[in-house]
């Protein structure tokens, strides 16, 4: 018997058939027993087991999937992999997917909608069970016209339609609660880095910091804004512009914690410090964010958490089951780098 095993290790491809020939069952006792639909003896399962292991067969996924018509994979629309907002975000879908025995299968648009459009069709041609698309610039319509081919989970903006399923984090609100933090410091100039205006969520922070200070009775100063890219560079760039325009301000509101840390970069070039001359907050709380000298206030927005529940929603949607993710709402973090002017 151990020569007619050693025999079947060593011969041919690695197959199901040559698993239920070891175990002595059917094919189709094995078939069952992976995809978890057999009851057997424990004797057989445990022969099953043991031929699974000495032929070292690895079940494929996608041939399980298509037998049940899936593929048990899932396509991920990022705008870049290598950012460190939507990184975390990333590693939250994976998660959340793996514990299903789903795959997510991720690709970059980086804000550019026609290569957004092309990694749908990609995704689509790979025949995932559905897709996650995060923020991007991809119109509703052609979202829309998309959702009627497979299940779409979009973040970063408000759409309804069929086969679709929006999940949006409060940015204007956020937006209010970091003005707010410095208005209640007894901050009065208050400049503001934008993010880009393509970026809804962009102009939601932006909304919510003129309604903080229209609330506080304070005006409005359009000499106070300057429009960022939510990068690094941008955040330096906009706080060199801010500064050469000589126009006071005693606290600066980056609309991203990246455009913060560039923004403390201009500062600390100039003399000011932070936050003796200058409080700064920023919005997203990147890891990274409590580490800066100071550490920088910001808003927290859970990134990982944004993902979890992103691919939660994809694999109710495939259950036929209404999703209920919601997004926690904004929490401010204060650290160091805010105080009374």
Not at 24 to 41: F, M
Not at 68 to 95: H, K, N, W
Not at 223 to 240: K, R
Not at 261 to 289: C, N, Q, T
Request: aromatic share 6%; charged share 20%.
């Amino acid at each position: 018997m151990k020569n007619k095993r050693a025999e079947n290790v060593k011969s041919g491809p690695v197959t199901l058939e040559r698993v239920a020939k070891l175990a002595g069952v059917s094919p189709s006792t094995v078939s069952r027993i992976l995809n978890g639909t057999a009851v057997v003896s424990d004797e057989k399962r445990k022969a099953i087991d043991e031929a699974i292991a000495e032929l070292g067969f690895v079940p494929n996924p996608v041939a399980r999937g298509l037998a049940g018509g899936r593929t048990l994979s899932i396509g991920v629309v990022t705008q870049a992999i290598d950012s460190p907002f939507y990184g975390p975000a990333l590693r939250g879908i994976e998660d959340e997917l793996d514990s299903a025995g789903y795959s997510p299968l991720f690709v970059s648009a980086h804000w550019n909608p026609v290569t957004e459009g092309r990694c749908i069709d990609v995704l689509r041609s790979r025949r995932v069970d559905g897709l996650i698309v995060l923020n991007g610039r991809l119109s509703d319509q052609a979202l829309k016209n998309a959702a009627k081919h497979l299940p779409i989970v979009v973040t970063g903006r408000n759409i309804k339609g069929g086969g679709l399923f929006a999940l949006n984090f409060d940015n204007f609100a956020g937006g209010v609660l970091a003005t707010e933090h410095l208005i209640s410091l007894g901050h009065r100039k208050i400049a503001f880095i934008s993010g880009d205006a393509a970026h809804p969520d962009a102009n939601e922070r932006f909304r919510g910091y003129t309604t903080a200070l229209k609330n506080a009775s304070i005006p409005f100063d359009p000499q106070l804004v300057v429009s960022g890219d939510y990068q690094v560079d941008g955040g330096l760039n906009a706080t060199d512009q801010l500064l050469s325009n000589r126009r006071k301000f005693t606290a600066l509101f980056a609309a991203n914690d990246q455009m913060a840390y560039g923004a403390a970069l201009s500062l600390h070039r100039k003399g000011l410090k932070i936050p003796e001359d200058v409080s700064l907050i920023g919005f997203d709380d990147l890891y990274h964010s409590i580490y800066v000298a100071p550490p920088l206030s910001t808003i927290h927005q859970p990134a990982y958490e944004l993902g979890r529940l992103t691919a939660s929603a994809i694999l109710q949607m495939l259950a036929d089951t209404k999703p209920t993710a919601v997004m926690p709402a904004p929490k401010l973090i204060v650290r160091e780098s805010t105080a009374k002017p």
